[in-house]
């Protein structure tokens, strides 16, 4: 009953504030009267009596203002004249006002940006239920590296671990859509029949998987994406049991994934079927080919470890039942790492390290607007002297004063919303193609959350210091002394919160510059081939028609020959492998005479056309390129690159020598020639293997194989053309990831590059928020000094020494704040090391040119207020004193 | 009557309050004049700890307050006891008598 009646009584005196202030004056005057009655009463006169209940009760507002303290709507009274007066000061200041909300809006924009980047990939749980129990396991190949998964293993450790509610095996699987419309190429995967119920996420229509299906020569079926089946189908729920056409075969379509479910561990799917491999694991099929994610999910209340250790006991002892073969015999012991981790652990050090240049900004942004506040401050320090001369207790000051901070960093903290939510689209198209759950990137409740909370610490941090500053209790002395002689110890901290300033905006530029740096130097690596002038497209021969092996090489040439025909294009081949496109396939390698006494495990395969060389510009070192005349019927030749038959034949002759490639029966090649280096991986990664063999002379038939066409012109304008004739060979057929030869080199290092550009963007930004600090502090000082420099002018100085006066005060903060930064630069590289190419994180040159850039804007900056300085008019500023 | 009263003692002024109210409705005035009357001038009620401390008790629901003409035809607000509040003073009281009598004997023990 109570708290209802404090509350309403509450609510009636804040919405009827003039009538219950009548109501409490009515009451106040009421007992005084009754008070001067009774003293009337007792002989006095009115006017006497009067006077005596003045005595006894005191000021009468004093009373009403006690009566008005009680209640909790007297402080929501006060917070909202806090907020009426705060606003009302913020309107009469509207460019400081301006100022301090936009740096404030950069600073928060950009970390909230930056937040609704990193929530959902490193912090927020994965989209599945007890995500936390989803792990990911890997194998080991020879070099520890980590290596896919068996699906003899999978089948193995199933049957005999105990630690897992589930497993799960996918691989990658890219069908071709075909309707009325063009072919299109899904991204999809084959899955174990378990998958779904592994991740925990079923079919929002229609049915999952069933084990049984899951076989050699099941039924062919698939579940589809809520995305491909709104976009697609319509949304036409009658689709489940009805059969779409994929890869020219029937596929029955038994269910379709709730919206929003991500496949993470195969990043983007749009398509799932059965894997259906054999269980009987004959050991020529790819039941023992290293090609399966593998995931599970671990019975509650089972740690890592424990998973681990099952996994040991399993590899270490095994049964006559799963009898395996030598390359997958798990001698090392499977790795176990979470999901989460696994997915998020290539963009992790990227992404951190954004963050923190991010948070540095923000922190810049504070100190800049913290360094305002202080200025005014100073200007303010005669009305709150005033104002406490007037009763107004310190803490009431201090609030008034937060209020105002609080709502410049609201204000700055919406309009930080709009600047991420252009940030969050800027992100999202610089994404790094490896970025996980770019989909769940954007701004929603959790980035609105951060951002209120980064505004209302933002607006205390701010604010409490200036505060505190400017209500110290020597308020009366500011009274009777006017401003300038109490401005002196206020310019110590604002001389520190510039050092800090420039301190923070040069770490955040030494590591743009360490970015930028490694960037050019990894762009100045020769990728073995000649990017310029280059378009690429992956085409694929799917469906009934290109089972037979030779209708497929009969495809691929005639494909060729109609590209060749396109005007402007002057030579084109084929690839199996398209390098620093993402492409990976090794296969080992068996020399007939072995120098170095060993077999290759991890060999480059590249199936190419005639011509491929000359068409990537790639250099022979020795022999001769593939030819036309190395065709099927012709002896098999093969021509590797020179870091490798420079390690396998030193000082030797590598022309003539015979290898198996790929299986150990496989046929025997004779090497015909050595071509440079190309960086397949990476241009960061060097020293691969590589061999060429001609398409015809593969032991296996390539259905996808990267076109590679060089061009007279501009190669992204040819691509309609070069299509139009892909498709008039075959219209059926899938065209994927055209791209120039340039943009794929570029993509290749996109991590680094949108490391680089967020630290620009920030660095940037830092150092125009410390120009703008030292020039703050400075024109303050010279505005406060006017009459000393006045004085010195009178007496003689010049105005080069008042210049020089002024600019060695500037470059004294500045200096320090270098100083410091240099320290803290050193510092936070090591957070960088990962995304560094060819340079020490302490590179000289980087600092050198860092410090210049950052010392000749602060000069800038410090030049203004010593230019006005010099100006001064001694005659002036003496009179007006 | 012309000494000068002293103030409540700390802690009992929303006991007396209570006490008076509970013989009649009565207006703020009222109260303290009962207050210093019955306590013979030994308490006397400050004005705006006595306007506060309505205020209180009337939010903690033991006071009604209302609007009315006063003898001398002035509006006045008249505060009366509500049922909680008088369990509230029966409540106070028996603790004050006990917590009194206690400190009473103590004064009283010899030696």
Same mark, same amino acid.
């Given at each position: 009953?109570?708290?209802?009646?404090?509350?309403?009584?509450?609510?009636?005196?804040?919405?009827?504030?003039?009538?219950?202030?009548?109501?409490?004056?009515?009451?106040?005057?009421?007992?005084?009267?009754?008070?001067?009655?009774?003293?009337?009463?007792?002989?006095?006169?009115?006017?006497?009596?009067?006077?005596?209940?003045?005595?006894?009760?005191?000021?009468?507002?004093?009373?009403?203002?006690?009566?008005?303290?009680?209640?909790?709507?007297?402080?929501?009274?006060?917070?909202?004249?806090?907020?009426?007066?705060?606003?009302?000061?913020?309107?009469?200041?509207?460019?400081?006002?301006?100022?301090?909300?936009?740096?404030?809006?950069?600073?928060?924009?950009?970390?909230?940006?930056?937040?609704?980047?990193?929530?959902?990939?490193?912090?927020?749980?994965?989209?599945?239920?007890?995500?936390?129990?989803?792990?990911?396991?890997?194998?080991?190949?020879?070099?520890?590296?980590?290596?896919?998964?068996?699906?003899?293993?999978?089948?193995?450790?199933?049957?005999?671990?105990?630690?897992?509610?589930?497993?799960?095996?996918?691989?990658?699987?890219?069908?071709?859509?075909?309707? +009325?419309?063009?072919?299109?190429?899904? +991204?999809?995967?084959?899955?174990?029949?378990?998958?779904?119920?592994?991740?925990?996420?079923?079919?929002?229509?229609?049915?999952?998987?069933?084990?049984?299906?899951?076989?050699?020569?099941?039924?062919?079926?698939?579940?589809?994406?809520?995305?491909?089946?709104?976009?697609?189908?319509?949304?036409?729920?009658?689709?489940?049991?009805?059969?779409?056409?994929?890869?020219?075969?029937?596929?029955?379509?038994?269910?379709?994934?709730?919206?929003?479910?991500?496949?993470?561990?195969?990043?983007?799917?749009?398509?799932?079927?059965?894997?259906?491999?054999?269980?009987?694991?004959?050991?020529?099929?790819?039941?023992?080919?290293?090609?399966?994610?593998?995931?599970?999910?671990?019975?509650?209340?089972?740690?890592?470890?424990?998973?681990?250790?099952?996994?040991?006991?399993?590899?270490?002892?095994?049964?006559?039942?799963?009898?395996?073969?030598?390359?997958?015999?798990?001698?090392?012991?499977?790795?176990?790492?979470?999901?989460?981790?696994?997915?998020?652990?290539?963009?992790?050090?990227?992404?951190?390290?954004?963050?923190?240049?991010?948070?540095?900004?923000?922190?810049?942004?504070?100190?800049?607007?913290?360094?305002?506040?202080?200025?005014?401050?100073?200007?303010?320090?005669?009305?709150?002297?005033?104002?406490?001369?007037?009763?107004?207790?310190?803490?009431?000051?201090?609030?008034?004063?937060?209020?105002?901070?609080?709502?410049?960093?609201?204000?700055?903290?919406?309009?930080?919303?709009?600047?991420?939510?252009?940030?969050?689209?800027?992100?999202?198209?610089?994404?790094?193609?490896?970025?996980?759950?770019?989909?769940?990137?954007?701004?929603?409740?959790?980035?609105?959350?951060?951002?209120?909370?980064?505004?209302?610490?933002?607006?205390?941090?701010?604010?409490?210091?200036?505060?505190?500053?400017?209500?110290?209790?020597?308020?009366?002395?500011?009274?009777?002394?006017?401003?300038?002689?109490?401005?002196?110890?206020?310019?110590?901290?604002?001389?520190?919160?510039?050092?800090?300033?420039?301190?923070?905006?040069?770490?955040?530029?030494?590591?743009?510059?360490?970015?930028?740096?490694?960037?050019?130097?990894?762009?100045?690596?020769?990728?073995?081939?000649?990017?310029?002038?280059?378009?690429?497209?992956?085409?694929?021969?799917?469906?009934?028609?290109?089972?037979?092996?030779?209708?497929?090489?009969?495809?691929?040439?005639?494909?060729?020959?109609?590209?060749?025909?396109?005007?402007?294009?002057?030579?084109?081949?084929?690839?199996?492998?398209?390098?620093?496109?993402?492409?990976?396939?090794?296969?080992?390698?068996?020399?007939?005479?072995?120098?170095?006494?060993?077999?290759?495990?991890?060999?480059?395969?590249?199936?190419?056309?005639?011509?491929?060389?000359?068409?990537?510009?790639?250099?022979?070192?020795?022999?001769?390129?593939?030819?036309?005349?190395?065709?099927?019927?012709?002896?098999?030749?093969?021509?590797?690159?020179?870091?490798?038959?420079?390690?396998?034949?030193?000082?030797?002759?590598?022309?003539?020598?015979?290898?198996?490639?790929?299986?150990?029966?496989?046929?025997?090649?004779?090497?015909?020639?050595?071509?440079?280096?190309?960086?397949?991986?990476?241009?960061?990664?060097?020293?691969?293997?590589?061999?060429?063999?001609?398409? +015809?002379?593969?032991?296996?038939?390539?259905?996808?194989?990267?076109?590679?066409?060089?061009?007279?012109?501009?190669?992204?304008?040819?691509?309609?053309?070069?299509?139009?004739?892909?498709?008039?060979?075959?219209?059926?057929?899938?065209?994927?990831?055209?791209?120039?030869?340039?943009?794929?080199?570029?993509?290749?290092?996109?991590?680094?590059?949108?490391?680089?550009?967020?630290?620009?963007?920030?660095?940037?930004?830092?150092?125009?928020?410390?120009?703008?600090?030292?020039?703050?502090?400075?024109?303050?000082?010279?505005?406060?000094?006017?009459?000393?420099?006045?004085?010195?002018?009178?007496?003689?100085?010049?105005?080069?020494?008042?210049?020089?006066?002024?600019?060695?005060?500037?470059?004294?903060?500045?200096?320090?704040?270098?100083?410091?930064?240099?320290?803290?630069?050193?510092?936070?590289?090591?957070?960088?090391?990962?995304?560094?190419?060819?340079?020490?994180?302490? +590179?000289?040159?980087?600092?050198?040119?860092?410090?210049?850039?950052?010392?000749?804007?602060?000069?800038?900056?410090?030049?203004?207020?010593?230019?006005?300085?010099?100006?001064?008019?001694?005659?002036?500023?003496?009179?007006?004193? | 009557?012309?000494?000068?009263?002293?103030?409540?003692?700390?802690?009992?002024?929303?006991?007396?309050?209570?006490?008076?109210?509970?013989?009649?409705?009565?207006?703020?005035?009222?109260?303290?004049?009962?207050?210093?009357?019955?306590?013979?001038?030994?308490?006397?009620?400050?004005?705006?700890?006595?306007?506060?401390?309505?205020?209180?008790?009337?939010?903690?629901?033991?006071?009604?307050?209302?609007?009315?003409?006063?003898?001398?035809?002035?509006?006045?607000?008249?505060?009366?006891?509500?049922?909680?509040?008088?369990?509230?003073?029966?409540?106070?009281?028996?603790?004050?008598?006990?917590?009194?009598?206690?400190?009473?004997?103590?004064?009283?023990?010899?030696?």
């Amino acid at each position: 009953m109570s708290i209802s009646r404090q509350f309403t009584r509450g609510l009636r005196v804040l919405t009827r504030r003039r009538a219950a202030d009548q109501d409490l004056a009515d009451e106040v005057e009421h007992y005084l009267e009754q008070t001067t009655a009774a003293h009337i009463a007792r002989g006095l006169s009115p006017e006497q009596a009067r006077r005596a209940a003045q005595l006894e009760i005191g000021n009468a507002t004093v009373v009403r203002e006690q009566v008005r303290a009680y209640g909790w709507e007297n402080a929501v009274d006060g917070s909202i004249a806090d907020l009426r007066y705060a606003a009302r000061r913020l309107r009469r200041n509207p460019g400081f006002t301006a100022v301090s909300v936009l740096t404030l809006a950069l600073g928060i924009g950009a970390s909230t940006a930056i937040f609704s980047a990193v929530n959902p990939i490193l912090f927020e749980p994965l989209p599945y239920p007890h995500a936390d129990r989803l792990v990911t396991v890997w194998d080991h190949g020879s070099e520890d590296a980590p290596l896919a998964i068996t699906f003899g293993s999978y089948r193995e450790l199933t049957a005999r671990t105990r630690s897992f509610e589930g497993l799960a095996v996918a691989s990658s699987w890219q069908p071709t859509l075909s309707s +009325d419309a063009r072919p299109e190429r899904l +991204d999809g995967q084959r899955v174990s029949a378990s998958y779904f119920r592994t991740l925990g996420v079923l079919p929002a229509i229609g049915r999952d998987f069933d084990a049984a299906d899951d076989r050699p020569s099941g039924p062919n079926m698939v579940i589809l994406s809520d995305a491909l089946w709104r976009g697609r189908f319509g949304g036409d729920s009658t689709i489940v049991g009805r059969a779409i056409t994929l890869d020219d075969a029937r596929y029955t379509v038994v269910g379709v994934m709730p919206r929003g479910f991500e496949s993470v561990p195969g990043s983007s799917a749009d398509a799932w079927t059965l894997l259906q491999y054999a269980s009987s694991l004959p050991s020529e099929g790819p039941e023992w080919g290293h090609n399966l994610r593998m995931i599970g999910r671990l019975r509650p209340g089972v740690s890592i470890d424990q998973a681990m250790r099952d996994f040991d006991a399993v590899a270490r002892y095994p049964v006559p039942e799963f009898a395996r073969p030598p390359w997958a015999a798990m001698r090392k012991p499977l790795s176990v790492t979470s999901l989460q981790s696994d997915v998020t652990r290539s963009v992790k050090p990227a992404l951190l390290a954004v963050m923190g240049a991010v948070l540095l900004l923000l922190v810049i942004a504070c100190v800049n607007v913290t360094n305002l506040l202080l200025a005014r401050g100073a200007q303010r320090r005669g009305e709150l002297a005033m104002r406490a001369a007037l009763g107004a207790e310190r803490a009431r000051l201090v609030r008034q004063l937060l209020t105002e901070t609080l709502m410049i960093a609201v204000i700055g903290g919406a309009l930080g919303v709009l600047v991420a939510e252009l940030g969050v689209r800027a992100l999202v198209a610089l994404a790094p193609p490896e970025l996980p759950r770019v989909a769940a990137v954007g701004v929603n409740g959790a980035t609105l959350a951060f951002a209120l909370v980064a505004s209302t610490i933002v607006g205390l941090s701010i604010g409490l210091a200036p505060a505190l500053q400017a209500t110290r209790s020597d308020l009366r002395a500011a009274l009777s002394t006017g401003s300038r002689r109490a401005a002196g110890s206020h310019h110590a901290s604002r001389g520190t919160l510039v050092v800090a300033e420039v301190a923070l905006a040069l770490v955040l530029m030494v590591s743009a510059g360490l970015l930028l740096r490694s960037l050019e130097r990894l762009f100045a690596i020769d990728p073995g081939f000649t990017p310029s002038h280059i378009l690429t497209m992956r085409l694929e021969a799917t469906g009934r028609v290109y089972e037979n092996d030779s209708a497929t090489y009969l495809y691929f040439q005639e494909v060729l020959d109609a590209v060749r025909r396109v005007p402007g294009v002057t030579s084109a081949a084929f690839t199996s492998q398209l390098p620093l496109s993402g492409d990976g396939d090794t296969y080992g390698a068996h020399f007939e005479s072995s120098p170095t006494g060993r077999n290759e495990s991890a060999v480059f395969r590249y199936a190419v056309t005639p011509g491929y060389f000359e068409t990537m510009g790639i250099a022979l070192v020795r022999g001769r390129a593939l030819a036309t005349t190395d065709r099927a019927v012709a002896p098999l030749a093969l021509v590797i690159n020179e870091s490798f038959a420079k390690r396998k034949f030193p000082g030797r002759n590598p022309l003539g020598q015979r290898l198996h490639l790929g299986p150990d029966r496989g046929p025997w090649y004779t090497i015909v020639g050595v071509v440079r280096d190309v960086k397949q991986l990476s241009l960061a990664v060097s020293e691969a293997d590589a061999a060429y063999i001609p398409t +015809d002379q593969s032991w296996f038939a390539d259905r996808v194989l990267s076109l590679v066409a060089r061009t007279r012109g501009d190669p992204g304008a040819l691509a309609p053309a070069i299509e139009n004739a892909v498709w008039s060979v075959d219209k059926n057929q899938p065209i994927a990831r055209v791209a120039t030869m340039d943009d794929v080199v570029a993509t290749s290092a996109a991590q680094r590059r949108f490391a680089l550009v967020a630290f620009e963007a920030f660095a940037l930004a830092a150092l125009a928020l410390a120009a703008v600090g030292i020039y703050g502090v400075l024109s303050g000082s010279v505005s406060e000094r006017v009459r000393e420099l006045g004085v010195r002018l009178a007496l003689g100085a010049s105005p080069r020494d008042v210049v020089r006066l002024v600019m060695r005060q500037g470059m004294a903060l500045t200096v320090t704040g270098v100083v410091l930064g240099l320290l803290g630069a050193a510092a936070a590289s090591r957070a960088l090391i990962t995304l560094l190419f060819g340079i020490s994180r302490l +590179d000289p040159a980087t600092y050198f040119s860092v410090v210049g850039l950052l010392v000749g804007v602060a000069a800038a900056a410090c030049g203004v207020p010593a230019w006005r300085a010099a100006r001064v008019e001694p005659s002036v500023t003496l009179r007006a004193e | 009557m012309d000494k000068p009263g002293t103030d409540v003692i700390p802690g009992t002024l929303d006991l007396l309050i209570l006490k008076t109210l509970s013989l009649e409705p009565m207006h703020g005035f009222g109260i303290a004049r009962r207050v210093e009357q019955v306590s013979r001038g030994v308490f006397k009620v400050n004005a705006g700890s006595l306007l506060v401390a309505l205020q209180r008790l009337e939010r903690a629901g033991w006071l009604d307050a209302e609007w009315r003409t006063s003898e001398n035809s002035r509006r006045a607000k008249y505060y009366s006891l509500t049922r909680a509040g008088r369990k509230q003073f029966e409540a106070e009281a028996a603790d004050w008598k006990r917590r009194a009598g206690a400190v009473a004997r103590l004064l009283s023990a010899e030696g």
